[in-house]
């Protein structure tokens, strides 16, 4: 598969949804550069959204980190989280109670809703869970690990309850060499202890990018293979977009390294519509 | 947990998706009575669907069953199968070149579109698929097993491509005794052994319940919230509906038989909004 | 599958292996009266031996817990540990070099060997591995698990090496209640994130049995069929037996409860020879 | 790490096992030259044991292979096979009934023993299993695999029996470039659809290795690290020696292309103690 000019792939399209780490940021901050490429888009009046496993923060929060970099054109209201879509749970599935989170109190936020009490696991009375309904694996800071999970663990031991994790993400990078274990890595250990079964949300789940789709849609009809998915992950941008059914562009400026991406794409069967270096336009 | 009338719980939405097998049909064919139901549906102005994790047939096939037992209110263009979202699928993702199935000629019907050349396993020419761009399970009939999956499995390892599986289920019952490997089993086996990733359609995954839920909202719009799932199988039908957002109801005639019903709830975790022993409203 | 008296079992062996906690012990501590079980087959001339997945404490401290309830006939020398495989793992594979540790100081104490340097996650400089051979989870205890485990993830990212499981436990009970997170379980955790194959040490594993049997061997042959594995749980003590070819009985006095031994049994296809109650013979 | 000459490494070690395919055999037969590898073993009086997963011929079929071309060295005495571990595990476990296999007749001269009836899984009555007592998986062909899989899952969905597994592995070499199903991965797909837990015999299970180390004793006493376990597969033959404490060599005359070696080294963590192009002395 030949590499790609971006600038000349994504003129093809009415919309483009771009994944957030590896793409327009990465260890050092904003990518320098793409300031240009989201100028470019208003343009050629290319939609643009990006769609981020992330419930730590808001999307107001996450928008600060673009405009602290002098990207005033990504608004919050075009940043679709994986936190929102446990919100969104919560809001039709969980009418009242207690909700009880893992996670820092600014993650917490995702969850709040009328009607709702939200605990976090430290401070859940073990001995009194009448009124805890479900429980949400937000963040993987914020609580003391050994304590909490343990804690959790034997919540949903004494109580059947609904659990959502609201980041499918196993790792995440915290500098250019090291990684640290995300949220779903910590709930996925959790699933395998207790037996039970989750509900995740996050790429490369399809209710991430119905929820961006139907953002799209209240802008005017777009059918989906009129958008394209950019992402430098092939197990979650790549496998999720195509799946959805939109065009699909791997970018070499993260997770796919440059020398492994043929091997990836031949050992993986996940072929995106097209490779290219980077978002950057000039 | 209570047991609940059906009769009392479906009048507080205004509309239901039923899974088939074990809810409207069991091994003895169309469970006598249902008509009923979808009278009493219509009577009260409640929209319905039938949402089956089934490739092997086409929704007119599918409706015919019903019609035969002289069942005239379930059309096919109220059947919703995973079979027709494999089909959307390669209309947005496959422009053209050739797909190759497993499974009877009858379950090909759903991968015919313009564009397309459509070829069984045991047709291919292994020597060469140029033109071969995507490889589809449909049905676990129309093949000779160990020949043609085995002659599946060499043709993935000699081309890349991407693989649709058009039902996730692994097993489907053939009298009340006797079970079968669905497609979805052949599938998971031959994904183990070559290592890539296959694209599933069908419950519990979300996209097969927002194709419905589009159908729905074709007809003026209604909340997530507003609608019943109702399915005899914790693991697709009620852990597929509560994710979307929908509620749930648990009927005991089919797979989750009364005696376990709690025990299963318990040990899975996966809570439906209602029990009720069957869809019938008598 | 009718129950049988462990006095009428036991007589019919020649030796016997015993699984620890759920069998001789529980979370009040040594269960009352087993002392008489060892005293009847020591008047009868039966082996024994005790299996457990353990490797936070040396045989000589798990002896000790018996002996401070008066029961001296439990010798160190008749318990085996997984913390002992680990360790024989290292005398045969490392000959020198720094074994980096993950668990208590006392835990370590299993890989301390001649040529080795020992070294707990937490004191290792990460910008320094040249000499560092093999990684070893050896308890839950003994660290900070937010920063000692992704800690550990870095290094194993950073040099290739064997790393060590001495406890495929995922949990263990702490008291009649609760359970805790057993290091098994955060190596499972580990082991996904980073996509490395890890050895593990501990029942079922054949590993663990025959170092038993060859104690057993030492003392004069006996077959295997000769040898009796007396178990709680289903899915170490019992099928690890019977893969081995020992026969086994499953006792009620811990992890399978009486009213779901027959359902557990049925549904795991893991058949013991025998069910007992307890293996108090008054 | 750097490749060492076979004749170089093996003359370090008092006895050598090696893997079968990939290493002494390919797809066009017994590799030429390694008449004299075994010459060069027996001249300096180093043990050897040909360690392989197949249950599909007897010792002395897999030997007659190497008698053909000339290679009269190789004994049945000295080949283990998984299928001889199911057959020790039966005359341990299972004293008399009716035993089910799925596999050729010739497979089942692995299951023939005092006291127990063979039947194949297509001449089972299904309706009169009162005496049938194990299930065990042999081979992939002699069976019509829609047909009789199907028929032995719903065996053992109406009768709870032991199910011996006796190949490990999930697909096999049928020329240069095309693989086949083995028997190992038809079993991985029936207990995935029944849930229950099946009994595995072969590499890199210690078992296999026992049974070998067991063979060598017999002739004097050899420490496990005086052995050397020759492979071409890093996730059967090197995880398994290294497990059970032997030195090993992978060898790149099979699975492990040249290439990859060092790639799929650094990504699995599984560490050979050396690497050789092939077993060839000359």
Redo the contacts between chains.
Sequence with gaps: MKKKDFRNVVTRYKAVFFDAYGVLKNHKGVIPGIEDTFDFLIQNSIEYYILTNDASRSPDQLAEVYHRHGIRTITSDRIISSGMLAR??LQ??IKKGTVVYLGTEASAHYIEASGLNIVAVKDVDINDLEHVVAMVFLD??GF???ED??KL??I???K????IVANTD??YPVNK?????AIG??A??VE????????RFGKP???MF?FAYEKVLEKGFI???EILMVGDTL?TDI?GG?????DTALVLSGNTIPEQAAVK???????PTYICDSVLVN
Tied chains: 1, 2, 3, 4.
């Design positions: 969104e749970y039709y599935k993987d800071e003391v690990w050994s999970i343990n663990i034997n949903l031991r004494m059947n309850m609904s659990v196993i790792s060499h090291e990684i640290s274990i890595g910590l996925d250990m395998e202890i207790i037996g039970k079964v989750f509900i789940d399809a209710q119905m059918r989906k293979d197990k496998i195509n799946k959805f059914g939109l794409i031949a050992s993986s069967g996940i072929i």
